[in-house]
């Protein structure tokens, strides 16, 4: 079984900082790529960052410039920086790990809140 839990949310002001983490713990395995997604309330979860194995990162939109994923690659874990606040991130925030094999493995999640 592998457990994964985030770290790093909170709340924050508009135009402020956050960088969530994440940890990995149990059997080990290869990872085709790894990154983050979010839901806010009433909304459909989506895409935020993500990165592979041979470096490849893509970003939402949304987030293009103003958030910045990197890895540990020691722990097979993503980071995320966070930068330049808005309401609209407001969401769950959650890491995600795609094996090279299986089904990826998903975080309960942390909670993102931008309010002044």
């Known amino acids: 079984q592998v457990q994964v839990v985030e770290s790093g949310g909170g709340l924050v002001q508009p135009g402020g900082s956050l960088r969530l983490s994440c940890a990995a713990s149990g059997s080990s395995f290869s990872i085709y790529a790894m990154g983050w997604y979010r839901q806010a309330p009433g909304k459909q979860r989506e895409l935020v960052a993500v990165?592979?194995?041979?470096?490849?990162?893509n970003y939402a939109d949304s987030v293009k410039g103003r958030f910045t994923i990197s890895r540990d690659n020691a722990k097979n874990t993503p980071y995320l920086q966070m930068n330049s606040l808005k309401p609209e991130d407001t969401a769950v925030y959650y890491c995600?790990?795609?094996?090279?094999?299986?089904?990826?493995?998903w975080g309960q999640g942390t909670q993102v809140t931008v309010s002044s």
């Open positions: 995600y790990l795609a094996p090279t094999r299986g089904n990826a493995y």
């Open positions: 990165i592979t194995s041979g470096g490849s990162i």
